[in-house]
């Protein structure tokens, strides 16, 4: 079991930037891959990106790609999710999840991942 904790949202206006973070309570933090996905209201939740777990290999949905940045820190136990260029629609509640199994693969299924965060609210003002 592993409990995780986002912080980092907030209220910005579009073009800003924000960086969330994700604490895991657990040493074993490197053996899971970890994601970021996102719910906007009234829309089902989705994936934004994810990281192996040495941090050596990224993937991240097309929406996000190259305004978003997945990156870990496995001493400290964080995943960190670097999102710069705002837009309105990138609105949502952003949640963290861990995948323990053993396989490599960065997957975009959020049925794959065992562990979520509570998540955090981000919003952006046009």
């Known amino acids: 079991q592993v409990q995780l904790v986002e912080s980092g949202g907030g209220l910005v206006q579009a073009v800003a930037s924000l960086r969330l973070s994700c604490a895991a309570s657990?040493?074993?933090?490197?053996?899971?891959?970890m994601g970021w996905f996102r719910q906007a209201p009234g829309k089902e939740r989705e994936f934004v990106a994810a990281?192996?777990?040495?941090?050596?290999?990224?993937y991240y949905a097309d929406s996000v790609k190259s305004r978003f940045t997945i990156s870990r820190d496995n001493a400290k136990n964080t995943v960190y999710l670097q999102m710069n260029s705002l837009k309105p629609e990138d609105t949502a509640v952003y949640y963290c999840?861990?995948?323990?199994?053993?396989?490599?693969?960065?997957?975009?299924?959020?049925?794959?991942?065992?562990?979520w965060g509570q998540g955090t609210q981000v919003t952006v003002s046009s």
């Open positions: 990281i192996s777990k040495s941090g050596g290999k990224t």
């Open positions: 999840a861990a995948d323990r199994s053993p396989r490599a693969i960065l997957s975009t299924a959020e049925r794959l991942y065992d562990f």
């Open positions: 657990r040493r074993a933090f490197s053996a899971y891959v």
